[in-house]
């Protein structure tokens, strides 16, 4: 019950990678027939993004993964644009704030449910600001942010604008796009994340939207390739796989967001009445479909994981990204948590092997082992 961490590669993704590792291993930038199917190989995958996007192919740059492509959005825009600022909310990912405090950055409270406060965002943002990025779906809490609400916020700013510096909005989409909408369009979004190991695709694969108008440096120079601004050979079978794992993940969303809905109800629902001292965290409403996120109070986490998993159940205390990290969980601090809460505190994500049966084993473990405490 982590899949927020990791989820299995599809064995359909693996089947439309598998020719690249090997018989196919040519390099799209050679000239040769070979070389060239392989170019052609990678531009259908690239033009597959592009349509769950609503972009032009030529606007989908490959990365190895979601953190590079965050970093790639911010580094990128900020290099670009030494003098401006960056504004973040308190509950990004790691691969967000870590690149943004580099720069001149503000970061915008949230509510206690998670979701950003609007009204403190727009006071963060002032005529030196060049970017904002907001998380598309918290990958602890599972909320939503409201992104098309976001986005005419930033509306509203460039037109007050009298200065020439753009004013560009990043998300992260890395956990939504199992469940949620990615029509750039619709979010209002300049630049976008994909992460392919979230989404039954290969680890190490992902991608950045760019929009046209986005001026920004590379991180990588070299022959190139992704535009200029990611240059090196491009993995072919990465980059398939991540668009064969997209395709499914968004052709399926909505029937497979109903069904994990639903178990997602059901574990709340037997975990409090198992449990009623247990708060659940994270929007009630707006929120991620497949997450579970508890308070256990005055509990520690990391003694009960270790129970958890002697009984078979994976689950996690926050970020697997940053698991090693001994503070507690920064996005639960940032929602009004104390220490003592936010130590006490696991995540439950479910995925497309998780069943009532699994829901049914975890609650019933969880209350065993905290009868026993």
């Not at 504004?87 to 943004?100: D, K, N, R, T």
């Not at 039954?200 to 694969?205: A, D, E, F, R, T």
């Not at 003592?340 to 009532?356: M, V, Y």
Request: proline content about 4%; hydrophobic content about 45%.
């Amino acid at each position: 019950m982590d899949y927020a961490a990791a989820t299995p590669l599809d064995a359909a993704v693996l089947a439309r990678m598998r020719p690249f590792f090997a018989a196919e291993f040519y390099n799209p930038s050679a000239t040769y027939l070979a070389a060239r199917q392989a170019a052609g190989e990678l531009a259908a995958a690239r033009a597959g993004v592009a349509h769950w996007l609503g972009v032009r192919p030529a606007e989908v740059v490959f990365t190895a993964g979601g953190t590079e492509a965050n970093n790639l959005a911010i580094h990128g825009v900020m290099r670009r644009f030494p003098e401006g600022n960056v504004v973040v909310s308190g509950v990004e990912h790691e691969s967000v704030l870590a690149p943004a405090h580099v720069y001149d950055c503000r970061e915008a409270a949230v509510h206690p449910d998670g979701l950003v406060d609007l009204v403190a965002l727009e006071a963060a943002i002032d005529e030196k600001t060049v970017l904002v990025s907001i998380m598309y779906a918290n990958n602890e809490v599972g909320t939503v942010q409201p992104l098309a609400e976001i986005a005419r916020v930033l509306e509203r700013k460039r037109a007050e604008r009298v200065g020439r510096l753009p004013l560009y909005f990043h998300t992260d989409a890395c956990q939504a796009a199992n469940y949620l909408d990615l029509h750039v369009s619709r979010l209002g979004v300049d630049m976008l994340t994909l992460n392919g190991g979230k989404i039954y695709g290969p680890k190490q694969s992902g991608a950045l939207y760019i929009a046209a108008e986005v001026e920004l440096l590379p991180l990588t120079y070299g022959g190139g390739q992704e535009r200029g601004v990611r240059s090196g050979t491009e993995n072919v079978a990465q980059d398939v796989g991540l668009a064969a794992a997209l395709d499914m993940a968004q052709k399926q969303r909505h029937e497979e967001g109903k069904r994990l809905a639903g178990l997602q109800r059901l574990f709340i629902e037997k975990i409090t009445a198992a449990l009623p001292e247990t708060a659940v965290n994270g929007s009630q409403k707006k929120r991620l479909p497949n997450n579970v996120h508890l308070t256990f109070p005055g509990q520690d986490n990391e003694r009960l994981l270790m129970a958890l998993d002697e009984a078979g159940i994976m689950a996690a205390a926050g970020s697997a990204c940053s698991a090693s990290d001994e503070e507690p969980s920064h996005v639960l601090r940032a929602m009004g948590k104390n220490d003592a809460e936010a130590r006490a505190s696991l995540r439950f994500t479910l995925g497309r092997q998780t069943t009532a049966a699994d829901v049914e084993r975890a609650v019933e473990a969880l209350a065993a082992i905290l009868e026993k405490r």
